[in-house]
């Protein structure tokens, strides 16, 4: 499934160094929700966007209300924007995008 990670440019150059996003790794279905999240952090920032197995997605406590099955909690975090993996995920055949000042600039 394609999914987006936002970071700063620095911990990008070290993720790409190192060939992984280290455990645990928060992720968004959505590309304008992990820009929001780069935006909220610093002007300038790098959105990945990977392909990931479902079946290591996690609920995000943040966004699941009240006691749920597992696989439920999954279904829900995922639709209210964020999931995490419990385990490094590789970046290779990634994508990314670089913003400065707010604006998409490429790489």
Do not use: R
């Amino acid at each position: 499934m394609k999914m987006y990670h936002s970071t700063s440019v620095e911990n990008y150059q070290s993720i790409i160094s190192d060939g992984f996003l280290s455990a645990p790794v928060y992720l968004t279905p959505s590309k304008k929700i992990a820009e929001e999240y780069g935006a909220n952090n610093s002007p300038e920032f790098v959105i990945i966007e990977v392909n990931v197995d479902e079946a290591g997605f996690c609920a995000d406590a943040e966004f699941v209300k009240g006691q749920m099955e597992a696989d439920q909690a999954i279904e829900e975090s995922l639709s209210n924007g964020s999931v995490f993996i419990d385990e490094d995920v590789s970046v290779a055949g990634h994508i990314a995008s670089h913003y400065e000042d707010y604006e998409e600039v490429g790489l």
